[in-house]
């Protein structure tokens, strides 16, 4: 069983940057995937940015939605277990609750693929 915790949400005019931390804890001994969801207010959440988390080291590239390319950046730090997603460029369709959540095994871009979520951080994008 492995916990995650995300933090870093906040209020942020367009335009501007936020960097999300997701934290794992030291259970984490196999290689699992880590991804980023998020779920605005109306919508069904969907997925953000996903990357492969071996026990050592980061391996492969991240995948990102189309919706974020270019604009966000997801990184690992696995001797401190850190999953974090850097957002710049942000705009009010960021807006939403999101979420990290921990695959043992390979990525999957389904969310029922995911095991443990994290509680959530809020994320709101002012015009």
């Known amino acids: 069983q492995v916990q995650l915790l995300e933090s870093g949400g906040g209020s942020v005019q367009a335009g501007r940057s936020l960097r999300l931390s997701c934290t794992a804890s030291?259970?984490?001994?196999?290689?699992?995937?880590i991804a980023w969801f998020r779920q605005a207010s109306g919508k069904e959440r969907e997925i953000v940015a996903r990357?492969?988390?071996?026990?050592?080291?980061?391996?492969?590239?991240?995948i990102y939605a189309d919706f974020v390319k270019g604009r966000f950046t997801i990184s690992s730090d696995n001797d401190k277990n850190i999953v974090s997603l850097q957002m710049n460029f942000l705009t009010p369709e960021d807006t939403a609750m999101y979420y990290c959540?921990?695959?043992?095994?390979?990525?999957?871009?389904?969310?029922?693929?995911?095991?443990?979520w994290g509680q959530g951080t809020q994320v709101t994008v002012n015009s």
């Open positions: 959540a921990l695959r043992p095994s390979f990525c999957s871009p389904r969310e029922d693929d995911y095991e443990n």
């Open positions: 030291r259970s984490v001994v196999t290689n699992v995937c």
């Open positions: 990357i492969f988390n071996p026990r050592e080291d980061l391996r492969g590239a991240p």
